[in-house]
T-cell receptor, first 109, second 118 residues
């Protein structure tokens, strides 16, 4: 079966750096997405990786290793507003999106 | 970018009643929309793909007679939860066809509808 694994919850301090990992086993691979979802709201797009390596976008970066079935989202200079769930999603060989359960990130002052 | 309007944002209904959720594409046409359901602390689960002018495509395990989808125009798709039961209480989210962002086809989501069935 297809599976996306990410930690359920993480805690970090304002101003610090946090890395959220995602591992996947899917039928084929056509890209990996990271979305941010605040409580009670819809997900919003953060980043996309289809080739190995690091994609940087401001305070957020996302890394992909296809051979390891692994990605991480790196958040720098954490702000209180970054408290949210972060969803990892992989597009499989049929271009269907497979979603992880999300990692709830708690930022403490 | 693409904007998807979804309402109501939240609804409370009695068991056995029906609830309709609307999803509109603003300033663009959508021949396809996707309906997701999300239970607390769980993944987004695709329920069905809504196709303008034709029948929706339902995912395995989703009852098409319970979750009625209508996509009558290029800007509106509706999901009706019929004879709702407490176990149908969930967060329902629609999404538009992908737009090109950062080199990828990215889904744009509506704001979601929180359904509580008493």
């Amino acid at each position: 079966g297809q599976n996306i694994d990410q930690p359920t919850e993480m805690t970090a301090t304002e101003g610090a750096i946090v890395q959220i990992n995602c591992t996947y086993q899917t039928s084929g691979f056509n890209g990996l997405f990271w979305y941010q979802q605040h409580a009670g709201e819809a997900p919003t797009f953060l980043s996309y990786n289809v080739l190995d390596g690091l994609e940087e976008k401001g305070r957020f970066s996302s890394f992909l290793s296809r051979s390891k079935g692994y990605s991480y989202l790196l958040l720098k200079e954490l702000q209180m507003k970054d408290s949210a769930s972060y969803l990892c999603a992989v597009r499989d060989q049929n271009y269907q999106l497979i979603w992880g359960a999300g990692t709830k990130l708690i930022i403490k002052p | 970018g693409a904007v998807v309007s979804q309402h109501p944002s939240w609804v409370i209904c009695k068991s056995g009643t029906s609830v309709k959720i609307e999803c509109r594409s603003l300033d663009f046409q959508a021949t396809t929309m996707f309906w997701y359901r999300q239970f607390p602390k769980q993944s987004l689960m695709l329920m069905a793909t809504s196709n303008e002018g034709s029948k929706a495509t339902y995912e395995q395990g989703v009852e098409k007679d319970k979750f009625l989808i209508n996509h009558a125009s290029l800007t509106l798709s509706t999901l009706t939860v019929t004879s709702a039961h407490p176990e149908d209480s969930s967060f329902y989210i629609c999404s538009a066809p992908p737009e090109r962002l950062s080199g990828a086809n990215v889904l744009t989501f509506g704001a979601g509808s929180r359904l509580t069935v008493l």
